[in-house]
């Protein structure tokens, strides 16, 4: 495991901890699936806010916003991992 896998590993857990759930995906159409699998299928549901983050790099602002911001157990997070243009 690398230093980055082992500070996303680590952050991932923290994240978790508080309540938010994470998918982290290696290409779109991961993202795609990821983000309609948390839609609601209830009409009762009230919502709640998916955030994709692209880039391991952008994972601790992120982390930082939903922990400031949100109510952490209404967020899901969708990582999606560096992806060569």
């Given at each position: 495991?690398?230093?980055?896998?082992?500070?996303?590993?680590?952050?991932?857990?923290?994240?978790?901890?508080?309540?938010?759930g994470i998918d982290?995906?290696?290409?779109?159409?991961?993202?795609?699936?990821?983000?309609?699998?948390?839609?609601?299928?209830?009409?009762?549901?009230?919502?709640?806010?998916?955030?994709?983050?692209?880039?391991?790099?952008?994972?601790?602002?992120?982390?930082?916003?939903?922990?400031?911001?949100?109510?952490?157990?209404?967020?899901?997070?969708?990582?999606?991992?560096?992806?060569?243009?």
């Amino acid at each position: 495991m690398t230093h980055d896998d082992e500070t996303l590993a680590a952050a991932i857990v923290a994240l978790e901890e508080r309540g938010v759930g994470i998918d982290v995906v290696d290409d779109f159409e991961a993202v795609r699936s990821a983000v309609l699998a948390r839609l609601p299928h209830d009409a009762d549901w009230d919502g709640a806010n998916v955030i994709v983050v692209v880039g391991t790099q952008k994972l601790e602002a992120a982390a930082a916003r939903i922990l400031q911001k949100e109510d952490p157990r209404r967020v899901h997070l969708v990582l999606v991992r560096e992806i060569a243009a």
